[in-house]
């Protein structure tokens, strides 16, 4: 058996307001920023047999075809029209 003190449970109208001054302070920055880039499709550049994606991947990591085996960077398998359409989002950090 343990025992937990919880200082919500008892009232204190002090902490009150040193919670409202801090919440006052509070500035809320995103981690990171997208942007959309365009709707473009994934293909093989070897084969052309559209590629589907599990996952967001980077813009330099390398991916392969399921098909032909061959493997490359992203941006090499980025076509202009083609199906599956995929969105391309830039992240800035």
């Keep these: 058996m343990a025992l937990y003190f919880d200082p919500a449970a008892k009232p204190d109208p002090e902490r009150e307001d040193r919670l409202r001054a801090a919440a006052a302070r509070v500035e809320l920055r995103p981690a990171e920023r997208a942007t959309w880039l365009g709707i473009r499709s994934l293909a093989c550049p070897e084969c052309g047999v559209p590629i589907r994606l599990s996952a967001p991947?980077?813009?330099?990591?390398?991916?392969?075809?399921?098909?032909?085996?061959?493997?490359?960077?992203?941006?090499?398998?980025?076509?202009?029209?083609?199906w599956p359409a995929v969105d391309l989002i830039a992240r800035v950090r």
Excluded: M, N
Aim: charged content about 25%; overall charge negative.
């Design 57 to 82: 991947v980077g813009w330099h990591e390398p991916i392969s075809c399921a098909f032909c085996e061959a493997e490359a960077p992203t941006r090499e398998f980025i076509r202009d029209q083609g």
